[in-house]
């Protein structure tokens, strides 16, 4: 079958590895993926293990979002405005750099330089993601695009399946930093060069004569003008920012389930491991009929689960538990990631991305810098239990405000929204033989134009 033609999603389960750029693509999303697993879970045990406090690894968190708050929007004006595949590229290479930086304040001991070069890395991050969200719709037919998703989504969790394995056991008894960041340097640079092979379709750029500064918030301000793609990320944002626990897994795995540096990369996988089975189910099986009750369900669920983790004592039962963390906010990623790529149209997919980047930061980093908050607080079981109550609260807060979330239908099925345009001005000018207006004093008022003008001008409204 031919890759530039278009493929039924719901009839071929792996239409998105026909098109030749992703499979280029899906290796690099891979090892950039791994890398940053085999960083989290590095950095993580390095830092707890010379601090022994857990608000430590909330700053770790803080030093990832406070880069991606300030710089993603411009990330976003960026992907709208220059090469897609170059953005990726250029950002990538300066990513591969602050990780040899991050292994030289390892190998000297320097946990302050950690936190500054971490900065560094979500800075460059925060200027590619947009651009390397936003050219995936570039490299598969529409058509497939869901299915690609579905895929990327796989490959994600696959890496972060397998990445904290590997840097569990690179950091082994001897927990050596230094070893799991030369490993990240290597993946690190491998994306770099598949990137290189990427060979995206023409993309639609943003008007250049409009001002950057305008530019920049315009993703913002299409974002608040959409319910849908506003309360679908919405509901990832609450969700993860109040339940996620990825940040205290180190304080877990050493103080409560007591499994070392293997046990917390056996926990971080186990979540990933649910993620990848259900992004095959949902690859596989027919598409969604009601995909957005589907995902409020699934982000009950996920509070839910992470209740169970957190009054779990038993190794076995928390691992199972992050599993089903895993399987459930998957639904959410599929689901959430479609819709937005799928309402927002070519030309402010970067902007809108960006966006959605700042969103998935908050929740995510700064979900860890109130983890250490709340652990310090209330003990990282507190912390824990809080943040599954709150997911499922989150829920029924987003259905209050965005009840239309519950109608979408199937996610092959949306189309890009319709931005109302500006009505056309009528016609200034008037031909010979029309009517002049006078005012009670017998002064001319105004000129109405011949009726085939109006006419004219009707039509252009009503259309």
């Known amino acids: 079958m031919s890759p530039s033609v278009p493929v039924d999603p719901r009839r071929d389960a792996y239409a998105a590895w026909r098109s030749p750029s992703y499979r280029w693509y899906a290796p690099a999303w891979f090892a950039m993926v791994f890398a940053s697993q085999i960083e989290l879970v590095a950095l993580g045990v390095y830092v707890y293990?010379?601090?022994?406090d857990p608000m430590a690894l909330g700053w770790l968190g803080l030093a990832k979002a406070l880069p991606v708050i300030v710089l993603a929007l411009m990330g976003g004006h960026l992907a709208d405005r220059w090469n897609r595949k170059?953005?990726?590229v250029v950002t990538l290479a300066m990513i591969t750099l602050a990780s040899v930086g991050i292994w030289l304040a390892i190998y000297h001991g320097q946990v302050g330089w950690i936190y500054v070069l971490l900065a560094a890395t979500?800075?460059?991050q925060a200027l590619g993601t947009p651009a390397r969200a936003a050219i995936l719709p570039l490299i598969v037919p529409i058509a497939n695009f869901s299915n690609a998703v579905a895929r990327n989504s796989s490959i994600f969790q696959l890496g972060t399946m397998t990445g904290p394995v590997l840097g569990g056991l690179l950091m082994g008894s001897e927990k050596d930093a230094a070893a799991a960041m030369l490993a990240v340097m290597g993946f690190r640079a491998a994306a770099l060069g598949l990137m290189m092979f990427v060979t995206p379709r023409p993309q639609v750029h943003a008007p250049s004569q409009t001002e950057t500064a305008e530019s920049v918030w315009e993703g913002?301000?299409?974002?608040?003008?959409?319910r849908m793609i506003l309360g679908a990320i919405s509901l990832d944002l609450l969700a993860?920012?109040?339940g996620g626990v990825t940040y205290l897994l180190p304080v877990y795995?050493?103080?409560?389930l007591r499994v070392g540096p293997t046990g917390l990369g056996m926990l971080r996988s186990a979540e990933a491991a649910g993620a990848i089975v259900m992004a095959m189910l949902l690859a596989h099986l027919p598409?969604?009929?009601r995909a957005g009750r589907n995902m409020l369900l699934a982000v009950a669920a996920f509070g839910a689960a992470t209740i169970v983790f957190r009054l779990s004592k038993n190794y076995a039962l928390s691992l199972a538990m992050m599993f089903l963390v895993g399987a459930f906010d998957n639904i959410s990623v599929v689901v959430r990631h479609t819709m937005v790529q799928m309402l927002t149209p070519d030309a402010?997919?970067?902007r809108v991305s960006a966006v959605n980047t700042v969103f998935i930061v908050l929740s995510n980093d700064l979900g860890g810098l109130k983890s250490g908050v709340t652990a310090r607080l209330f003990g990282p079981v507190g912390s824990v239990l809080f943040g599954g109550v709150g997911a499922i609260v989150s829920v029924a807060v987003v259905m209050k405000l965005w009840p239309d979330l519950t109608r979408v239908g199937a996610l092959h099925e949306i189309g890009q929204v319709k931005e109302k345009a500006p009505l056309p001005e009528p016609p200034e000018s008037m031909p010979s033989g029309s009517t002049v207006l006078s005012g009670a004093g017998g002064n001319a008022r105004s000129r109405l134009p011949e009726p085939e003008a109006l006419a004219s001008w009707s039509d252009k409204c009503t259309r």
């Open 122 to 124: 979500a800075a460059a």
């Open 348 to 350: 402010m997919r970067g």
């Open 49 to 52: 293990d010379r601090t022994g």
């Open 86 to 88: 170059w953005l990726v």
């Open 240 to 242: 993860v920012l109040l």
């Open 220 to 226: 913002l301000r299409f974002v608040l003008r959409h």
């Open 253 to 256: 795995a050493e103080d409560i």
């Open 287 to 289: 598409p969604m009929r």
